[in-house]
């Protein structure tokens, strides 16, 4: 080993020392602002800020919900939507109210444009998972097309809606994506 | 008796492949995920924020097994042999076009056959095109088909793979901020750290005594009926299958699958893709890690654009969603196959006929 050698050795560990200091330096101080507790709690309160612009937005038509008036319902729903394109949670209203109209068809559209807006939905993680609520309605979509290809195998309708449904079962059954 | 050796080796390594991708399902794994080299490549890539999606962001131990567990048994045998210098740039870019194929399928063939062994009907279409990639790989390889040859060199080169996934792992314990982990969808399914690292490292050390990998088996097995390997890739499917069935994971069917898609054309093309290149670099892309783990720098290149790949489908949208491919996909997996054929094409080298000569 010559003293080139020697000078390089001491070069890398010197460096190395420096860099590794920096960057215990950097993580500490990145540490001390991203404080974990205060970035969940503002998960949890723009979460909370969003159920709640939900509920003023969507108010009117759950009222229209409980009294039945399912169409008049599906129609403020849509007149949201053009108002908030970029939200996937009138795609789960629609979803909810075509079921209730006997739409199952429309209401798996609806459902698969949830999901795909939003994979939150078929998250057990996530405090937005509605799975169980989509698993109910794609099995007895499943059902009823299955039925409805047995007797129409070329009815394009129906193997678009069975398209959905494997698309949501898909999606309910986890796996890497 | 040596060759019974090597054939235990083999099988070995199939069954802890095929248990241990079950298993680590159990342990936490997404769903037919328990290992998946191409899913995991995109989880790191997403990690060290080479796409940016948070949902496919973690640092996945079980690679860094196989690379650290092939390294420390090529290292204590005598098998760490740093050689490379074979084509490089061709190299990097079957592992990019290998992760498209596989992101196309969604999955690299270690899940194919463990999806497969979860009763997912889907991957029939991926095993046979997977057959047929590496059955015209061999056509190539039977008519001159070589890369240029590798040569020896310093064993530093052989070292910074190995190093690298050492990092990796340091990042793993420490989880600094500039390592993004995904807390929802598959990157918040995962073994405990110690499960993933130790099933990888046993994994990583059998696979370098036994050469296992899974289109290499068959790819012996077109060349010269040899089926030292085959018998370890199907003692890794018929292991995955029982104990799926044991442990209540497997569901027979062509719908409802996990992360899969109906559109089996494409799914075929892409694994075609996938084994054709895998041929023609000498390895699927769970043979490429081991061997960059044992000193072998033109692996350590394949991964590299592995890597790449990993960050670009998502980046790019060049893989497939329960919806199917996406035309991006589609498109990569189409100029990969070019890409594929050009290089198979180039580098045979054909005998001249007298005229020539």
Redesign the interface.
């Known amino acids: 080993m010559d003293w080139l050698d020697k000078l390089s050795i001491a070069a890398i560990a010197g460096i190395a020392v420096i860099t590794i200091g920096m ?1 215990a330096n950097q ?1 500490l101080m ?2 001390g602002r ?1 404080n974990p507790g205060e970035e969940a709690k503002a998960k949890e309160s723009s979460y909370a800020l969003q159920m709640e612009e939900n509920e003023r937005l969507f108010k009117g038509a759950r009222t229209l919900e409980e009294q039945g008036l399912y169409k008049e319902a599906v129609a403020q729903v849509e007149d949201i939507m053009k108002s908030y394109p970029e939200k996937s949670v009138p795609y789960v209203y629609l979803g909810r109210l075509h079921f209730k109209e006997g739409k199952l068809g429309e209401s798996i559209i609806n459902y698969r444009q949830a999901v ?1 807006m939003e ?2 939905y078929v ?1 057990e ?2 405090p937005r998972f509605i799975g169980d609520e989509i698993k109910g309605i794609v099995e007895e979509g499943r059902e009823k097309f299955g039925r409805e290809k047995e007797l129409k195998p070329e009815d394009k309708e129906v193997r678009e809606a069975l ?1 959905d ?3 949501l ?9 | 008796m040596r060759g019974l050796r090597v054939i235990d080796v083999s099988i070995v390594t199939g069954a802890l492949l095929g248990l241990g991708g079950v298993l680590l399902v159990s342990a936490g794994n997404p769903v037919n995920s328990g290992i998946c080299v191409s899913c995991f490549m995109e989880n790191i890539a997403g990690s060290l924020q080479l796409h940016d999606d948070l949902r496919m962001s973690y640092i996945r131990p079980e690679l860094i097994g196989f690379i650290l567990g092939s390294f420390l048994v090529a290292t204590k045998s005598g098998r760490f042999q740093v050689r490379g210098g074979s084509s490089p740039l061709i190299r990097f870019f079957m592992g990019f076009f290998i992760i498209v194929g596989c992101a196309v399928f969604i999955g690299c063939p270690i899940k194919m056959i463990l999806r497969l062994a979860a009763g997912d009907l889907t991957a029939i279409a991926a095993t046979v095109g997977l057959m047929f990639g590496i059955w015209l790989g061999v056509r190539y390889i039977k008519g001159g088909f070589a890369l240029d040859q590798e040569k020896e060199l310093p064993q530093i080169n052989g070292f910074v793979i190995p190093l690298v996934a050492l990092i990796l792992l340091i990042f793993v314990f420490l989880s600094p901020s500039f390592v993004k982990t995904g807390q929802k969808g598959p990157a918040a399914w995962h073994a405990p750290i110690f499960i993933s690292l130790f099933t990888g490292l046993a994994i990583g050390a059998f696979a370098q005594r036994s050469g296992l990998c899974i289109t290499g088996g068959i790819r012996n097995f077109f060349l010269a009926r040899e089926k030292t390997l085959l018998n370890g890739v199907i003692t890794a499917f018929l292991s995955a299958l029982i104990l799926s069935v044991v442990l209540g994971q497997f569901r027979w069917g062509m719908t409802a699958q996990p992360a899969s898609h109906l559109n089996h054309g494409w799914t075929f093309l892409a694994m075609v893709l996938v084994g054709i290149a895998s041929v023609l670099i000498d390895g699927c892309p769970f043979r490429q890690l081991i061997k960059a783990g044992q000193g072998d720098v033109d692996a350590g290149v394949t991964t590299l654009g592995m890597l790449a790949g990993g960050g670009l489908v998502y980046s790019w949208v060049l893989r497939s969603t329960s919806a199917g491919p996406t035309f991006e996909g589609k498109i990569v997996v189409l100029l990969g196959l070019i890409f594929a054929l050009v290089v198979a094409v180039a580098f045979r080298k054909r005998k001249l006929s007298i005229q020539e000569i």
């Open positions: 960057l993580e990145q540490r991203d795909e994979p939150d998250d993680r996530t398209k449904i494997y698309y079962q898909s999606r309910l059954a986890g796996g890497c994506e």
